[in-house]
């Protein structure tokens, strides 16, 4: 058995970047980029002016005919004198002769001309050509992760495509006679089937909306079968179930016979001990407690740590704050708890029922509150680290 | 022109609730209950061993006679007799004449039967029925948010269906003489669009995956006709562009002709001044200024809480957290300042380069630092309040 910080550092030495795919900035939120982008174009591509207003040659002269105009999306290269003035707007083209524009607020309009009431600085109002990025140089580096925005400015530079570490591929095995799905009769001494749809749910956080679901039954030559076949499919594989000592859990023998190498099996920790970590090549096979609650601290904990280090992404934890506890707590286990909590501004509590086969508590807690292995007892108003999830 | 927290009042004020449909639980990640949900079974259904072990009759006798065998899924009541047990297994059924179980671990095997090596409490390893939750009790509350622990808790008490807010229709007009489509030639005086596929991206953070997309030349016919046309398919009309003072801007006389009613237009704030928001009936239209970051600081700060309340959720705005500025910095503007910042668990720094036209920043940084508009200065190491985004 091994300590929570062991197994961490194990999920995260073992879980390699997927393989490089091209794929459409539209469609590359999330995703984490496997080249650095250099511009193709200058941004802005013309020297744009930056309000609505009159563009001109700065001089001393304040009364000025108009002799053009520019619209966005225009481009008319008019000449223009000393004390000529083109209308021009937000984002459009500045003709080459002039060096500034006044804003529409700053003159007073005559028929066709205008007077400057308020003469601005020389070059004022003017976005220079590459003044936003210079064609040739860096737009985002290797590694970043595309946000909203970041789709934004690689849309504005007109490029359509860019190379990403491509999406894991998840399969879940649900093991377990007495499962039944969910919308059937309940026959007595079954229970119905929470954990895949549940895991199928946060699988969503990372963006991976389709995983499989296989069903299986107790026996080993079932379970052999459908990892061989899951081996061959996906890139993480989720077993539910069926990782105990039972004699009815064939899961650790199946995945022996396929191959599959042990990196860990049972951490120090409560709820979530009997979690088994391996990998066959590149593939990652996690086989997490049937309890519902067990299943879904080690997924928050180790399972989504290692889908982000597939997808190529650095920071793989569920980021980690500090909130001072309601109420003491003492932690008579040896192990590593993961506790249900709920975290306001101000502090965090401990939510009642912290069973592992109950999803109650976990439905309205929004945070885990992490007390290690070693520490005993803790005051009221001590400061806790706590990991917000959802 | 109104304050940032006018603004956020007014935007809450006229959101209101999207009608309510019924949804596979499945689906349900994300979604707002709009009913209250009670369990239509008892969970555990019947009395459950907790361990893999022996159930028996608790009793001064320690060697039985192993007479039957019930797994995880299976249902014999065998009958049992004081000096008799059950071997028994996680999740299984445990016969009603048996109190207790105990764990394999505990006992010697010898032949047919067991010797208890450490005899347990009374009662010990039984969940019993209805112990997770009672036939009839309540589930979750109306207004939660479906996270996906409440979606393996419905699913684990055969809950297929549940009422919830349904998601906003967005529909997004895009407006300017000057766009181009991404993966087409510039042309001179043009730039490329990337304002739709940015906020769509944006979007995606709210579940609101397919926003449609409507491009539309300035001309005030056109633009009056895409948005009548918009108020009958969309529940939230994003409008980018076109709502400055500028004579090409039509989109505000264009929601005028459509009856679409001003909540707002513009607000004292930078990036992002020339907002505007109103509705007609409950369809709510923000017209957003056509800058990238003022149009994706207008999204973040409005549109999403605007969203947020007709999902039905009640905390709509993004979450604010407190850090130490890294250097001093002056709000010569008397406006509400969002800049884009980078902040770590120590402190927050100020990026280089907060045009509005830009999203080079943006797309490096990772929260908005608000500096409210009657602040002139700020000291270094002073705590500013941070919005986190991504």
Redesign the interface.
Known sequence: MIQVDQALAIVAANSSKMPVKKIK??KA??YVLAETIYSP?D????RQS?M?GYAFIHSDLTSLAVVGI??????SNSTLEKNEAIRI?????IPDAADTVVM?EHVTVKGGSITIDKVPPVTINV?NKGE??EKGAVV?EKN??I??????????????TVKVYSKPKVGIIVT????VA??KK??????????A??????L??VGINKPVIFKVK?SLKATAKVIESCLTQFDVILISGGI?????DFVKEALVQNGVEELFYKINQKPGKPLFFGKKEDKLVFALP?N??SS?TCFYVYVLAALKKRLGLTNIHLPKMSRKISAAYNNTTGKTLFLKGFYSDHDVRVLESQ?S????T????NCFITIPNDVTAIAANEEVTIIP??
Chains 1, 2 share one sequence.
């Open positions: 900035v539209a939120l999330g174009i941004m802005p591509p013309f930056a609505d520019s619209q966005a999306g225009d481009y707007y937000t984002g459009a083209y529409q976005r936003q990025i985002l970043t992760v946000s909203a925005a970041a789709v934004g400015f690689l849309a504005g530079l007109g490029i359509v377990g006679n007495e499962l969910v919308g309940l026959p007595k001494g079954k229970i119905y089937e929470s954990n749809v549940m895991l199928a749910a946060a969503k956080s107790d105990s000592v039972g004699d009815y049937g519902p609650a879904l069973s086969a109950m999803l109650n976990f439905s309205t807690a999830f959802n």
